[in-house]
């Protein structure tokens, strides 16, 4: 954030530890307990389509935890964080999805080209909407 302020700072590392605790909630097998850090009119974009609010959400995160077999680790990079409001920030970023094989070794699912879009409210920041666009593969 170019000529930004402590407030501003505090602001943009809030959000980004958010997209953290999203991230290690999926990683760790607890996606459900990531609700909480949506707004109850939150939209989410997945590979399966849009989801709206909390209702669509948690389904798709009980979803996500009952894939007991599915082991994953996110690596946030670039991720840029632009005030688009004053109570709202854009955070973007890369995201590298490693899976583990039945092997237990580790393999780059995909990489994805994130946006979420963080809204202050009276419990602190929420992700109000969430984007992903896989890269496409290497040829």
Not at 14 to 30: E, K, N, W, Y
Not at 92 to 98: C, T
Request: aromatic letters at 6%.
């Amino acid at each position: 954030m170019t000529g930004a302020g402590p407030s501003e700072y505090a602001d943009a590392a809030a959000c980004r530890a958010l997209l953290v605790d999203f991230l290690t909630a999926i990683d760790h097998g607890r996606a459900s307990e990531a609700l909480d850090l949506f707004t109850p009119d939150a939209s989410f974009a997945t590979g399966d389509g849009q989801l709206r609010g909390h209702g669509e959400i948690a389904a798709f995160l009980t979803a996500r935890e009952a894939e007991t077999d599915r082991h994953t680790a996110h690596l946030i990079g670039n991720d840029i964080v632009n005030r688009t409001g004053h109570d709202e920030l854009e955070l973007k970023a890369m995201l590298v999805l490693h899976r583990r094989a039945h092997d237990g070794r580790w393999h780059i699912e995909r990489i994805l080209d994130t946006t979420q879009i963080f809204q202050r409210t009276i419990a602190g920041w929420r992700i109000t909407a969430r984007t992903t666009t896989p890269l496409p593969p290497p040829r």
